[in-house]
Every structure is written in structure tokens, then in C-alpha cells.
């Protein structure tokens, strides 16, 4: 199988991502949410992350605490028992 690499991602603005996966060409930008619930204000520094990367194939991700799985601004939000659902 194709190789991962995993970072943590910060800018020198402060905005950081838990966890930036590489996997072959994708990338994945992984915030890790102990909430029981994703408000849109969390999303904030995933979605910055996603548009400094300039990269096509990257795809965020949340990772919580909750029951459901939903996707909010292009971001898939998943319950933490879901996540060997990943695609990595």
C-alpha cells in the first residue's frame, strides 16, 4: 500500500490543523473535536489551512464526539466510532 505521512500544521499567523495526513497525492487536514457537537466556528481554522495548501486533492475533516455524520462548507464531520471509515 501507499505510504502516510503525518504532520501538525501551523502558520505563523497561529491557525493550525491537528493532523495533515499525506497519503500518495491526497492530503488530509484532520481537526480532532472532543464535543459532542461541531459549531461552524470551529471549522474556522480547517477551512483556512484548505485554501493556503493550494492543493486539489485535499480534503478536511472533523472528528468528534457526536453520533452524526455530515458534511458542512466541504468539510465531512465524523463521529470518532466512524473513524475507520477514512479513506487513508
Known sequence: GRRLSMY?????????VNFLVEHGTEVHAI??????????????????????????????WVI???????NLHDITVVPWREIGSLPM
Open 8 to 16: 501538525f500544521w501551523r502558520t505563523h499567523g497561529g491557525q493550525e
Open 64 to 70: 468528534y464526539g457526536g453520533k452524526t455524520r455530515e
Open 31 to 60: 481537526e480532532v473535536k472532543s464535543g459532542m457537537t461541531v459549531r461552524p466556528a470551529m471549522l474556522t481554522s480547517l477551512k483556512n489551512t484548505m485554501a493556503l495548501w493550494k492543493n486539489d486533492d485535499i480534503q478536511g
